[in-house]
T-cell receptor, first 115, second 115 residues
Framework: AQSVTQLGSHVSVSEGALVLLRCNYS??????LFWYVQYPNQGLQLLLKYTTGATLVKGINGFEAEFKKSETSFHLTKPSAHMSDAAEYFCAVTPGYSSASKIIFGSGTRLSIRP | DTGVSQNPRHKITKRGQNVTFRCDPI?????LYWYRQTLGQGPEFLTYFQNEAQLEKSRLLSDRFSAERPKGSFSTLEIQRTEQGDSAMYLC?????????????FGQGTRLTVV
């Protein structure tokens, strides 16, 4: 079975500061990992994904994440926060061995940006 | 293609009434998911289809919930005898199963309020 833990339900950073959102996963098989962003009253938009290959993946809006198998982590970072980054962020996992499976989401981290 | 479409966007119903939501996936996608999201939580898996076959249904889904995907195209989610606890955002997503690093595309959701 797969699960996701997002540490910190709310993160606040100053504009221009580093953004770090933490995600740890549990999976009995090699996972596929995702980060999604959700703006108020909207659906989810994919930021980036890890499947195989390079463990550092780059996504939209300057975000990136690194898959660390030894730490079972997939933390999301952005070097310099922008006011438009304020949103809810969800880490998600699905087993990589089979395409016939559901995606499991974490409980989310709300990112606030201080002027 | 305009993406995943969900209708209606908002639904207010009285307790005990039945409601039905519709999801139109991206046309070439053969997989369709339903999730439920309550305030401050991540999306919670309800069920998913590959073509017209319902492959998995969450144990959290009571017998009052039913989903269909006739002909493997659009899907409907029906809730019978609604309860106040059913108030949530209902999200639909679709993907293409042949893409092993599959990316699920989400609709904007249907917000249900049971009064």
């Amino acid at each position: 079975a797969q699960s996701v833990t997002q540490l910190g339900s709310h993160v606040s950073v100053s504009e221009g500061a580093l953004v770090l959102l933490r995600c740890n996963y549990s999976s009995s098989v090699p996972p596929y990992l995702f980060w999604y962003v959700q703006y108020p009253n909207q659906g989810l938009q994919l930021l980036l994904k890890y499947t195989t290959g390079a463990t550092l993946v780059k996504g939209i809006n300057g975000f990136e994440a690194e898959f660390k198998k030894s730490e079972t982590s997939f933390h999301l970072t952005k070097p310099s926060a922008h006011m438009s980054d304020a949103a809810e962020y969800f880490c998600a996992v699905t087993p990589g061995y089979s395409s016939a499976s559901k995606i499991i989401f974490g409980s989310g981290t709300r990112l606030s940006i201080r002027p | 293609d305009t993406g995943v479409s969900q209708n209606p966007r908002h639904k207010i119903t009285k307790r005990g009434q039945n409601v039905t939501f519709r999801c139109d996936p991206i046309s070439e996608h053969n997989r369709l998911y339903w999730y439920r999201q309550t305030l401050g939580q991540g999306p919670e898996f309800l069920t998913y289809f590959q073509n017209e076959a319902q492959l998995e249904k969450s144990r959290l889904l009571s017998d009052r919930f039913s989903a269909e995907r006739p002909k493997g195209s659009f899907s409907t989610l029906e809730i019978q005898r609604t309860e106040q606890g059913d108030s949530a955002m209902y999200l639909c997503a679709s993907s293409f199963s042949e893409d092993r690093g599959f990316e699920a595309f989400f609709g904007q959701g249907t917000r249900l309020t049971v009064v």
